[in-house]
């Protein structure tokens, strides 16, 4: 019999707090004052009759009950939403959610939904974008059943299952006509006499972009740097100036061979990172999310070629 004091609010700001590792945080998450949210752990801690969180550090780790606590917790959120919507597939064709990140949001992803729905099999995925931390938080509870892109930092991945599809590696994007493309032999220290657009601090792909930059020696960029998210914004800046777009390949790569931007002969195989399939380890897909994962494989499979 689980005991009826805990509510749903314990469980989600419990998990929120152990992702982040912060109340603080978390409280901005779940749209909580600091305080609610300090006294919804310690009610929590108070009914399980033990201390779920190590304090004595900056930031806050979970005890060896607070790791058996999340396992559980986040397999039974997990199963509630799936049981809830699979009650509403009757109002509704809406089978399930994907969360994709920009590394195949303009790629894979759009391929994978017209193969799945030329299947006819009755049922269509939502699709969702964000951050990673963003959409793992939200696999984590379950509002999220599949995520697709690069895989997260080591860290992040616990408790969380990974398929590799394929690598890619990180591309330097310019307007057609850039300066640095009319050169005769590319020189990669070049690129820091212009303005950088970079992944701003806890995307993927950061500290990929910093340790290629360092490896290269090519510090601060005299044009200044600009930190975005926004691929929208990125795209029609470069477009309109000398700006250097550092970012996933995939992110682009329609836009390369359609013309509208440009990759400067830059070696970056040292970046190459996995990009595939997350799931939760705890907690089977459901058949619609395994029928389309297929349908990612196929696409893939088909753009490698034979």
């Known amino acids: 019999m689980v005991d009826g004091r805990i509510k749903l609010r314990h469980l989600v700001c419990f998990l929120e707090v152990a992702r982040l590792k912060s109340v ?70 809406v089978a399930f959610t994907v969360g994709a990140l920009p590394t195949v949001s303009a790629s894979i992803l759009p391929s994978a939904v017209v193969h799945f729905t030329a299947r006819r099999l009755g049922m269509r995925p939502r699709i969702i974008t964000g951050p990673n931390a963003f959409l793992m938080s939200q696999l984590r509870v379950g509002d999220v ?36 493309l009319a050169t005769p032999s590319f020189d990669i220290g070049a690129i820091g006499a212009f303005q950088m657009l970079m992944p701003p601090p ?32 990125a795209r029609s800046y470069v477009r309109t100036t000398d700006a250097v777009w550092i970012i996933s390949q995939g992110v682009v790569i329609d836009d390369v061979a359609h013309g509208l ?6 070696d970056t195989s040292d970046t190459l990172g996995p990009v595939g399939l997350t799931t939760r380890a705890d907690t089977p897909p459901t058949l619609p999310v395994q029928l389309f994962a297929q349908s990612v494989r196929e696409v893939v499979a088909d753009r490698a070629g034979p």
């Open 24 to 93: 603080v945080q978390a409280s901005s998450v779940l749209g909580l004052s600091q305080p609610a949210a300090s006294k919804t752990i310690q009610e929590l801690e108070a009914i399980l009759g033990v201390e779920l969180f190590d304090r004595s550090r900056r930031n806050l780790i979970l005890t060896s009950y607070g790791e058996v606590f999340q396992r559980y917790v986040g397999a039974s959120l997990t199963s509630l939403k799936q049981g809830v919507r699979s009650i509403g597939q009757a109002e509704s064709v």
């Open 261 to 266: 931007l440009a990759m400067l002969p830059a």
């Open 145 to 180: 059943d599949l995520v697709i892109g690069r895989m997260a930092e080591p860290e992040a991945m616990r408790g969380f299952a990974f398929e590799h599809l394929y690598s890619e590696a990180i591309a330097l994007i310019v307007r057609p006509g850039h300066p640095l």
């Open 202 to 233: 806890g995307s993927i792909i950061r500290p990929i972009v910093d340790r290629f930059l360092v490896a290269n020696a090519i510090g601060p960029p005299r044009g200044g740097e600009i930190e975005t998210v926004s691929d929208a914004f």
